[in-house]
């Protein structure tokens, strides 16, 4: 993302190798479960996966003396999530005190995906256990947020020793607001605690808080923060499973650059600071690392014009997606003459850049002429990427008239964005004209088209537009994809709240009659409207015991005992290993390692990349939009999203598939809320020169 952090200096193959071939801290003994134990852990699985909660079996879990048992049940508490864990509360607040660290560990995450407030003082106790779970509980006081405000402040004013305990503190306050900064300021100063430093300069940077602006610029003018790493040295990290992966101290100076440029924003900086803050930034976007330059590519661009020329000239970068994070920040530093962006336009050739570059004349109120081909072009991509730009443009008629000019194209892919560019971002009803081009696309043969209708008119739900819904509806009952069916619920459900007595009999007669959905995402659209009171809770579903059981043997008990699945993502750019945690996120890491020896990676392309954030694959329609037709659970775990983690993409809770997620750099704001199931081993050359658009070769796993 972990339990203990190694982070080393590679130079070289030698040295690479023996690193990837560390075992995981996942296995810290070796383990050979009885017949019964494997399904005492398999029926706990079944109850996490189902959202349930069954005390008699976790007394059962929690009796048992397999420790990696008792770890998981610990962790199940939280993971059925607040609706139905409530009620593990009181074991959760006993755990926290085992005797087995890390089942104590597990409890205090289980406490923060609670988000109880009344679980505070145990928390605070917490703070003074072993490592592993003052580290837990600090980051469970940061979910928990404004209540535990005085805990985080009193704990970080005592200076923790552990670095992982005082980076967990720090991350924790970063949720807060107003952001304290007073408890933060002190380890910007530490400097021989460089990952600490790092996490205080993110915790100022993540939310922009002005107020810690000026700190910042301080630090940045400081002689150590301008040491550049020699160019040939390669730096990866190697991490095991817990908060202590934040603990990086080879990268820290590197990383605590790259949240300086972050923070830097005009937003931030204001007036009084701007001059001080565009000084360092004109530094920083000639940093030695690309992940420092597109941070203050896009800090310079919030300037406007006074940065126009350091932004232009990093359009010329050597690095892809710094030149990409330049033509998606051009719109707020030229202006709408037409000659200054002709020129950009010819500054990179690529797709992405320009259709980026497109997008932001397009803010900035210019038509590039190049770009007219687009419209008719063979290819979707460039079509959507013109419609999309166009949806930006500050004149709202000509959005909607290249809208409309779309809704009829070949592509369903294309009509989506259409549809989606069309209704725009008002909260007022649409006119007339528009209101009837929507409902047509009730009907359109593309599923996501028609979710993204009916998200638009969700927005006005009325008892008159309900029978065509409806019927919309029962069409998305054939549809390979669920986003239509839980957006035609979702709006049924909205608009029997708002104006049930004016649904006329007949609708209301279809609606009794409708077969409740075996989708929980939809059924949860469903939930407390009367008119779907005979639906069942979205909790339920679950599979098999057996086949939780062969997930146990196939995938838990190896990764306990060293020996986990691995998977190469080949690409254009190269191989990316990745280790897959079969012991943290079992169901993920089959769901993922079967579509992948089932192909269905073969070809997709990388969808999303958000340059020094992630890159996002796994959508076989390529817009974002797809998915393998179901939905998996989520599994939190302590890992954490280092640079290199592999997550499951959502869309809401539980909504995992087929779309995964790499880190480019550490995101801690994701902890916790997304699945992390794997990490990258190496190739991590190829996972920064990955742009939106590359596609992937195949994926292998064994």
Do not use: C
């Not at 204001?270 to 930034?281: C, E, I, K």
């Not at 590519?297 to 006074?306: D, E, K, M």
């Not at 797709?351 to 397009?362: D, I, V």
């Not at 409708?514 to 009367?530: C, F, G, I, N, T």
């Amino acid at each position: 993302t972990f339990g203990g952090h190694l982070s080393l200096r590679v130079r070289s193959l030698a040295a690479l190798t023996a690193l990837v071939l560390l075992p995981s801290l996942a296995a810290s003994q070796a383990t050979s479960p009885s017949a019964a134990q494997v399904r005492l852990y398999a029926r706990l699985m079944a109850m996490t996966d189902s959202r349930t909660y069954d005390k008699a079996l976790l007394d059962s879990v929690l009796a048992s003396a397999w420790q990696p048992l008792r770890r998981a049940g610990a962790l199940a508490i939280g993971q059925v999530g607040r609706a139905h864990g409530l009620p593990g509360l009181p074991t959760l607040r006993s755990l926290i005190a085992d005797s087995d660290t890390e089942t104590a560990a597990n409890a205090a995450y289980a406490l923060g995906l609670l988000h109880d407030s009344t679980t505070v003082p145990w928390l605070e106790a917490a703070l003074g256990s072993a490592a592993p779970v003052a580290r837990e509980a600090a980051w469970s006081l940061g979910e928990i947020g404004a209540p535990a405000t005085a805990v985080i402040t009193r704990s970080l004013a005592q200076t923790p020793s552990d670095d992982a305990l005082a980076i967990q503190l720090l991350l924790a306050a970063a949720k807060l607001r107003p952001l304290p900064l007073a408890s933060v300021r002190p380890y910007l100063a530490m400097a021989d605690r460089p990952s600490v430093r790092w996490a205080a300069s993110y915790a100022i940077a993540r939310p922009r808080a002005a107020a810690g602006v000026r700190d910042l610029i301080a630090l940045a003018n400081t002689p150590a923060m301008n040491v550049r790493p020699a160019p040939a040295e390669i730096v990866i990290d190697s991490t095991i499973p817990t908060a202590d992966a934040y603990v990086n101290p080879p990268v820290a100076l590197q990383r605590t650059r790259a949240e300086i440029a972050r923070a830097l924003s005009k937003q931030a900086a204001g007036d009084s600071l701007a001059d001080s803050a565009v000084v360092v930034l004109m530094r920083l976007a000639a940093d030695a690392h690309p992940h420092v330059r597109i941070n203050a590519v896009r800090s310079l661009a919030s300037y406007g014009s006074r940065a126009k020329q350091a932004v232009v000239d990093a359009a010329a970068d050597k690095d892809a997606n710094v030149r990409i994070t330049v033509a998606q920040s051009l719109g707020t530093v030229l202006d709408s003459t037409v000659a200054s962006w002709t020129q950009a336009w010819q500054k990179d050739t690529a797709l992405m850049f320009r259709a980026s570059l497109l997008a932001s004349a397009e803010q900035a109120g210019a038509h590039i002429p190049a770009a007219i081909s687009w419209r008719s072009h063979r290819d979707w991509h460039y079509r959507a990427s013109f419609l999309n730009a166009a949806g930006g443009s500050k004149d709202s008629l000509y959005a909607a008239q290249v809208a409309r000019a779309f809704l009829n194209d070949a592509d369903g892919r294309v009509r989506a964005a259409a549809y989606g560019a069309l209704a725009g971002n008002d909260t007022a009803p649409p006119p007339a004209s528009v209101h009837d081009a929507l409902v047509k696309g009730l009907s359109d043969s593309d599923f996501y088209a028609r979710a993204t209708v009916i998200g638009a008119l969700s927005s006005h739900p009325s008892a008159k537009d309900a029978p065509l819904v409806l019927a919309s509806y029962v069409k998305s009952l054939r549809d390979q994809g669920n986003d239509a069916r839980i957006a035609a619920i979702g709006y049924l459900a909205a608009a029997w709240k708002k104006d049930s007595a004016n649904f006329s009999p007949d609708v209301k007669r279809q609606l009794s009659l409708l077969k409740p959905s075996d989708d929980p995402l939809v059924r949860a659209q469903a939930e407390s409207v009367s008119v779907f009171s005979k639906w069942p809770s979205t909790s339920g579903n679950p599979r098999a015991l057996s086949w939780y059981e062969e997930l146990v043997r196939q995938y838990v008990v190896p990764a306990l005992n060293g020996k986990t699945q691995r998977a190469t993502i080949r690409t254009s750019h190269g191989d990316i290993v990745i280790e897959l945690f079969g012991a943290d996120a079992p169901i993920t890491v089959w769901n993922f390692m079967n579509l992948a020896r089932t192909g269905y990676y073969r070809g997709t392309g990388f969808h999303r990349v958000v340059p020094n954030f992630v890159a996002q694959d796994g959508d076989p329609r390529d817009d974002g939009n797809g998915g393998p037709g179901y939905a998996i659970r989520d599994e939190m775990n302590r890992r954490r999203y280092i640079r290199g983690a592999v997550g499951m993409a959502l869309s809401g809770p539980d909504t995992g598939g087929s779309q995964y997620f790499i880190t480019h750099s550490p995101q801690a704001h994701l902890d916790g809320h997304y699945t992390v199931f794997g990490r990258v081993l190496r190739g991590y050359d190829a996972l920064d020169s990955i742009v939106q658009g590359d596609r992937i070769l195949s994926i292998v796993v064994q």
